[in-house]
C-alpha cells in the first residue's frame, strides 16, 4: 500500500518547495564577499580626478558603499532614500560611479543632488568585478575593520534603510 | 463589443466546463444513463464557446484592437498580419486561451472517435477533462483575462517581442500544446479507469493511438522550438537545457515511457498500474511547466512576465489536478490485478527496463531543473545547473536505453533467451562496433563520445535491418514486396521511430564532433574559409523591413571556386521597442548547413563576422520529424483504424463486451 | 613627395579594401580565444536571465570575457580563473556545480534513480512471477480478437 503513496508524498514535497520559490527572487544571488574585507582599489575621484578614492582612507569607520551610474533607472528610484540617509547624518554614503561618462554623471549628481561625500570613478567596470556587482545600484555596508556586512542588491528603499542598514550601522559603530 | 462577446464565452464555457466536470461523472458512479449523455453535447458546446472566444480575440487582433489591452501590449500596428494573429500566443494571457482552445479541440475529437467506448468510460473521460477546463478557464476569467478593455485605448501598440516576431512562432506553440495538452486525453483516460475500476488491456487500446498522437505533436513541436532557436538566436545552438525546455522535454521522457509501457499492457495486460501512473506523469509533467515558465520560480530565456498571484493560481490547480490524480491512484492501484506472466528476459522485460531509464532521466532531468530552486528555499546558496551537468548526466543514462531499444524489438514476448539474442545480434553488433571506431579515426577525429554516438547509431540501423529480415521471413506472402506490405503499419511505425532515434545521434554526434567556428573581422571583399567554404563579404546595405530598419549583410560563398550561394545575414533594429536582433543566415544541406551572423560594425564598411560550418546539423530535426513520422504510421495501423470507424451502439451487445475484454 | 604620403599609401594599401585578401580572426590570439570560448560556455551571465558567458552581449559578460582574457594572457590556469569568479560572485555563475555536500543529491540522484528503478523493477518481476497464475491475454485469444476486429472492419 505505502509503494502506491509515493508518488503522491513526492509531489508533495514537489509542491512545497515550489511553493517557497514563488515568494523567492531566482535573480538575487547572494554575494560570498560578504564577511570578508573589501576588495582594496584606488580610483580617481569624480569631482576631483587628481585625486584619489580608496578604501583603505576609510579604515576605522562605518561606511556604505553605492554602486551607481547615470544611465540606472534603479538609482534614480533609490536616489531620495539616499538623499534622506546622506542628511541624517546616521553613516557616510560614499559613491561609485560605475561605467559611466564622466559629464553626465556631475550634470546628474547637480541635477539631482549629491548624497556622497567622496564619488570615486570605475570607468571600466573593473572595481564592480571585484565587488561581484551584478547589476546597478548596490550597496555595500563596510564595517570599521574594512569587512562588508551587508550587501544590498537592486534599490535600497526607506524600509530597508530604517530595518537593516541604520541598526546594522549602530551595532557596528558600537563594535 | 467583439472582445466582450468573447469574454462572455469564455464565462458560459466554464458554465459548460462545470456542468461537464460534474454531471457526467456522478453519472457514471450511480449508473445514471441521462445524466451520462451531458458528456457529449457539453464538450461541444464547450468547445464552440472557446472557439468563439479564440476567434474573438483573433478578430481583436486583425482589426488592431488597442482598446483590448492585451493587443495592445503583444502587438503593433505596423505588425504584419500573420505575425499578429501568431501574437494571440505571444505572451501569458493569448497562450492560455490556446491552451483551453486545444483542451476543448481534444475534447472534440474525443466526442468524435469515442463511439465504441462504453458510455460510463466515456463521460467519465469527457468529465475529468472538463474538470481540468474548469481550472484554466477560471485562472483566465480571474487574474489572466485576454479581453481586458485598455481605457482610453492605446494610440499604438507595444509590439510583439521582436524574437517572436518568426514564421516558427505561428507554427511551434500550437505545436507543442496540441502536445502538451494532448496527454490530457491518456491522463482523462487514466482517471476514468481508475474511477471506474475496469483497468483492462481494453483501457491501454484506448489509450494508444490517443497518447501517440500526442507524443507526434510534442516531438515535432520541440524540434521546430530546437530549430527556431537555432537560427532566431544567433548562436548557432540547438538545446541549451533551459528550465522551460526541459519543461517541455520532461512530459516528452515520461509520454515516451508511456508509449512503450502501453505496448506491455495492451500485450500482455500487465504493469497497468504503472502504466496509469505515467499516463499521470505526462499530463501532470506539462501542467508543471506551464507553472514553471509562467511563475518566475526558476529564469529563463523564454519564460513569459511573471506574476506570483498567477503563480499560486497555477499552483493550487497543479495541487489540486495531480494531487487529486496521485491520490485517486494511492487509494485505487492497490485493487488492480497483475496480468499476463513474462519473465526478465523478455520483449516486455526491455521495455519495462527502457522504461526505467527514460522515467529516471525524467527524473534528472526534473531534478537538475528544480534542484537551484531547492537549494534556495532551504537557505543554503544559489547555484545554476546548465548544459555540462545535463550533458554528464544524460549520456550515461540514455546509452544503455538506446542499446535496451536495438535488442527490444527482436526479444520475444514473454521469454527470449540471451544466447539466442547474441546469435542474432552477432552481425548487427561486430558491424556497429567496427564502424565506431573506424569512422572517426577515418575522419581524423576520435573522442570517445564521437565513437559511442556513431556506434549507438548503427546499432538501431543493424539491429533494425536484422529485425526487419527476421519478420520478412515469418509473415505470409511470395514476393518480397507482398511480404513487405503484409507487415504491419505499427511495426514500420515503430522500425521508422527508432530510426529517427538513429538519424537525431548522428547529427548530435557529428555536430559536437566536428562543427567548426570562425569569428572574424571583414572588410568589404575579404574572404574568409570555413570547412571547404570560402565567404566573400561583399559589404552590408542598409534594408527597411515592415517594421524594422537593418543592415543586410551579403556574402558569397563558393567552394573549389564554384558559386554555391549567396547568404544575406541580417542586424534588425525593430522601431516599436528600440530592440536590435541578430537575424542569422543559413544554408541548409543534408550533409552540412553554412551559418553567417552579424556582429558588430566596424570603421570602413568592415564587419565582425561569425561563420559556422554545421556538418549533419539537420539530422537533429529531420531525426524527430521521422520519429514523428513513425508515431504517424503506428495509429494509421489497420487495428486502430478499425476500432475508431466501428460505430457501435452506446451499451454494447455481450459478445462485444466481452470481446473487447480480451482485445 | 613626402615619408608620410608614402607611409599613407602603405597603410591604405595593407589595411584598405583589398580584394580577395584573407579576413583576419576578431581576436588578436585565436588561441587564447579559444580557451575563453572553452571556459565561457560553462559559465553563467549573471545579469542575463540564462544565457552563458559566451552567448550574451550584456555589457557585464564583455566585461568579465574581458577580465578571462587577461587572466589567460596571465597564464592563469582553469582552476584559479574558476577560483576568482567563484570567489566574487559564488557558485551562481559556474553552469556545472561544484561537487559540495549541498549538491551530492544533485550529482548522485540521476545514478541512484536508475539503480533504485532496475531494483523495484527486478523485484517487482520476481514476485509477480510467483504470483500470476491466470493468463487473462493468450496469444490464442489475441489471434481471435485480431481475427473478429478484421471481419468487423470489413463489414460495410
Redesign the interface.
Given at each position: 500500500?505505502t509503494r502506491?503513496?509515493l508518488?503522491?508524498s513526492i509531489?508533495?514535497v514537489?509542491?512545497v518547495?515550489?511553493?517557497?520559490?514563488?515568494?523567492?527572487n531566482?535573480?538575487e544571488?547572494?554575494?560570498?564577499?560578504v564577511g570578508k574585507a573589501a576588495p582594496d582599489f584606488s580610483q580617481p575621484q569624480l569631482f576631483e580626478p587628481a585625486k584619489v578614492f580608496s578604501p583603505a582612507d576609510m579604515k576605522g569607520k562605518v561606511w556604505l558603499l553605492n554602486f551607481w551610474a547615470s544611465w540606472c533607472s534603479g538609482c534614480k528610484t533609490e536616489h531620495p532614500v539616499l538623499m534622506d540617509l546622506a542628511k541624517s547624518g546616521e553613516v557616510p554614503i560614499y559613491g561609485m560611479d560605475y561605467?559611466d561618462q564622466r559629464d553626465e554623471a556631475m550634470t546628474w549628481l547637480s541635477r539631482w543632488g549629491n548624497p556622497y561625500p567622496v564619488v570615486g570613478v570605475d570607468d571600466?567596470?573593473?572595481v564592480?568585478?571585484?565587488?561581484?556587482v551584478?547589476?546597478v545600484p548596490e550597496t555595500y555596508v563596510i564595517d570599521k575593520q574594512g569587512v562588508i556586512q551587508y550587501k544590498q542588491i537592486g534599490p535600497l528603499d526607506s524600509e530597508t534603510v530604517e530595518k537593516k542598514i541604520i541598526p546594522l550601522v549602530k551595532q557596528l559603530e558600537a563594535q | 463589443m467583439i472582445p466582450e462577446i468573447g469574454h462572455f464565452a469564455l464565462i458560459l464555457a466554464l458554465c459548460v466546463a462545470v456542468v461537464q466536470g460534474i454531471l457526467p461523472i456522478y453519472g457514471a458512479a450511480v449508473g445514471n444513463s441521462s445524466l451520462m449523455a451531458v458528456a457529449k453535447p457539453a464538450a461541444r458546446g464547450q468547445f464552440l464557446l472557446v472557439a468563439t472566444a479564440f476567434g474573438c480575440l483573433a478578430y481583436a487582433f486583425a482589426e488592431k484592437d488597442f482598446s483590448v489591452l492585451y493587443v495592445a501590449a503583444t502587438s503593433n500596428s505596423q505588425l504584419p498580419l500573420h505575425y499578429r494573429l501568431a501574437a494571440i500566443w505571444g505572451a501569458h494571457e493569448g497562450s492560455l486561451l490556446l491552451w483551453t482552445f486545444i483542451l476543448t479541440l481534444w475534447m472534440f475529437a474525443v466526442t468524435l472517435f469515442s463511439a465504441h467506448l462504453p458510455e460510463s468510460t466515456r463521460s467519465r473521460i469527457l468529465g475529468v477533462m472538463g474538470l481540468v477546463s474548469i481550472g484554466f478557464l477560471l485562472f483566465m476569467l480571474t487574474v489572466s483575462n485576454p479581453f481586458e478593455r485598455l481605457i482610453p485605448a492605446a494610440a499604438e501598440g507595444r509590439d510583439l517581442n521582436p524574437l517572436l516576431q518568426d514564421p516558427g512562432m505561428v507554427i511551434h506553440p500550437p505545436m507543442l500544446y496540441m502536445g502538451y495538452v494532448g496527454f490530457s486525453v491518456a491522463f482523462a483516460f487514466a482517471i476514468a479507469a481508475l474511477l471506474g475500476g475496469n483497468l483492462d488491456a481494453a483501457w491501454a487500446r484506448w489509450s494508444r493511438p490517443w497518447t501517440t498522437v500526442a507524443w507526434c505533436f510534442l516531438t515535432v513541436g520541440i524540434a521546430m522550438g530546437s530549430g527556431w532557436a537555432y537560427y532566431e538566436l544567433g548562436w548557432g545552438g540547438w538545446w541549451f537545457w533551459d528550465p522551460v525546455e526541459n519543461a517541455s522535454f520532461m512530459p516528452w521522457l515520461a509520454g515516451t515511457a508511456l508509449v512503450h509501457s502501453l505496448a506491455v499492457t495492451d500485450k500482455r495486460g500487465g504493469f497497468k498500474v504503472w502504466t496509469v501512473l505515467l499516463a499521470i506523469m505526462a499530463f501532470s509533467l506539462s501542467l508543471l511547466g506551464t507553472f514553471l515558465v509562467r511563475s518566475g520560480v526558476l529564469t529563463s530565456v523564454h519564460a513569459f512576465a511573471t506574476d506570483p498571484k498567477r503563480g499560486m493560481f497555477i499552483l493550487a490547480f497543479l495541487a489540486i489536478v495531480i494531487g487529486g490524480s496521485l491520490a485517486l491512484y494511492a487509494w485505487r492501484a492497490p485493487r488492480v490485478g497483475l496480468g499476463g506472466s513474462f519473465v526478465a528476459m523478455s520483449r516486455e522485460g526491455m521495455l519495462l527496463a527502457n522504461n526505467v531509464l527514460l522515467v529516471a532521466a525524467m527524473g534528472s532531468v526534473l531534478l537538475g531543473t528544480l534542484y537551484p530552486l531547492f537549494l534556495d528555499a532551504l537557505d543554503l546558496g544559489k547555484i545554476s545547473v546548465g548544459p555540462p551537468y545535463f550533458d554528464t548526466v544524460f549520456v550515461p543514462l540514455m546509452a544503455p536505453a538506446i542499446f535496451l531499444m536495438g535488442i527490444g524489438p527482436l526479444a520475444q514476448w514473454k521469454k527470449a533467451s540471451l544466447p539466442d539474442l547474441a546469435k542474432r545480434l552477432k552481425w548487427a553488433f561486430g558491424v556497429s562496433v567496427v564502424t565506431a571506431i573506424a569512422l572517426p579515426i577515418v575522419m581524423g577525429n576520435w573522442t570517445p563520445l564521437l565513437s559511442l554516438g556513431i556506434l549507438l547509431a548503427i546499432w538501431i540501423v543493424t539491429t533494425s535491418v536484422v529485425s526487419l529480415r527476421e519478420r520478412l521471413t515469418h509473415v505470409a506472402g511470395n514476393s518480397f514486396f507482398e511480404r513487405l506490405a503484409s507487415v504491419p503499419r505499427s511495426y514500420w511505425g515503430m522500425l521508422v521511430a527508432h530510426c529517427g532515434i538513429a538519424v537525431f545521434i548522428v547529427g548530435v554526434t557529428m555536430v559536437k564532433g566536428f562543427e567548426t567556428e570562425k569569428d572574424v573581422r571583414m572588410n568589404v571583399g575579404e574572404t574568409a574559409t570555413i570547412g571547404d567554404y570560402l565567404f566573400r563579404f561583399d559589404g552590408a546595405q542598409d534594408v527597411v523591413g515592415p517594421n524594422y530598419t537593418a543592415a543586410r549583410g551579403s556574402f558569397a560563398v563558393s567552394r573549389d571556386g564554384r558559386e554555391t550561394t549567396v547568404l544575406y545575414p541580417e542586424k534588425r533594429r525593430y522601431t516599436a521597442q528600440n530592440q536590435v536582433m541578430t537575424e542569422a543566415a543559413i544554408d541548409p544541406g543534408l550533409l552540412r548547413d553554412l551559418y553567417v551572423s552579424l556582429g558588430e560594425p566596424l570603421d570602413n564598411g568592415a564587419w565582425s563576422v561569425r561563420l559556422y560550418h554545421k556538418p549533419f546539423i539537420d539530422w537533429i530535426w529531420g531525426g524527430c520529424f521521422i520519429m514523428a513520422l513513425g508515431g504517424v504510421l503506428a495509429i494509421s495501423d489497420r487495428r486502430y483504424r478499425i476500432a475508431w470507424r466501428r460505430q457501435e451502439p452506446a451499451v454494447a451487445e455481450p459478445t462485444r463486451a466481452a470481446r473487447r475484454k480480451v482485445a | 613627395m613626402n615619408i608620410q604620403w608614402i607611409a599613407l599609401i602603405v597603410v591604405l594599401f595593407l589595411s584598405g579594401p583589398v580584394w580577395a585578401g584573407e579576413a583576419r580572426p576578431l581576436a588578436d590570439d585565436p588561441a587564447s580565444e579559444a580557451r575563453l570560448k572553452h571556459l565561457a560556455v560553462e559559465l553563467r551571465c549573471l545579469v542575463c536571465q540564462n544565457q552563458t558567458l559566451a552567448d550574451s552581449n550584456a555589457p557585464l559578460a564583455e566585461d568579465l570575457r574581458r577580465e578571462v582574457r587577461e587572466m589567460i594572457a596571465k597564464n592563469m590556469s582553469d582552476q584559479e580563473i574558476i577560483e576568482f569568479l567563484t570567489a566574487r560572485y559564488g557558485d551562481f555563475v559556474l553552469y556545472r556545480p561544484p561537487l559540495k555536500a549541498t549538491t551530492t543529491l544533485l550529482w548522485v540522484g540521476p545514478f541512484l534513480l536508475v539503480i533504485v528503478g532496475a531494483t523495484a523493477l527486478i523485484i517487482t518481476l520476481r514476485r509477480r512471477a510467483s504470483k500470476v497464475v491466470d493468463v487473462p491475454v493468450t496469444e490464442d485469444e489475441h489471434r481471435r480478437v485480431e481475427q473478429l476486429l478484421t471481419e468487423g472492419g470489413k463489414r460495410p
Open positions: 500500500m502506491f503513496l508518488p503522491l509531489f508533495i514537489v509542491v518547495f515550489l511553493g517557497i520559490g514563488l515568494k523567492l531566482p535573480r544571488i547572494p554575494s560570498p564577499l561605467k571600466a567596470g573593473r564592480g568585478i571585484n565587488y561581484g551584478y547589476g | - | -
